[in-house]
């Protein structure tokens, strides 16, 4: 089975990147990512679930940088966050 989590995540980030969060829509994902609307649905109930499920594969990452103390490692944490969340679309 293909698994389409990907495309569809990435068809969310540039939505967002090219439109933000008051354009994004469930049916331009889709279209973007290149799936039935019905897939988008399956996952996610609503819009406000795809910038979630955006964030939520970021956790994923198990690049985390030691810096020596847990402030740091938080402080490191909150600018890569801040830096993915400010990023531009990704590129084709």
Not at 26 to 37: E, I, N, S, T
Not at 55 to 66: F, K, M, N, P, V
Request: negative net charge; aromatic residues 2%.
């Amino acid at each position: 089975m293909l698994d389409i989590r990907p495309q569809v995540l990435d068809a969310v980030r540039t939505e967002l990147g090219e439109h933000g969060y008051d354009g994004l829509t469930m049916d331009a994902v889709a279209a973007r990512a290149g799936v039935h609307r019905a897939t988008v649905y399956r996952r996610r109930r609503d819009v406000g679930g795809l910038p979630a499920d955006v964030l939520d594969t970021a956790g994923d990452d198990d690049r985390a940088q030691d810096t020596g103390s847990p402030q740091g490692a938080l402080a490191a944490l909150n600018h890569e966050t801040q830096a993915a969340l400010t990023a531009g679309p990704p590129q084709p």
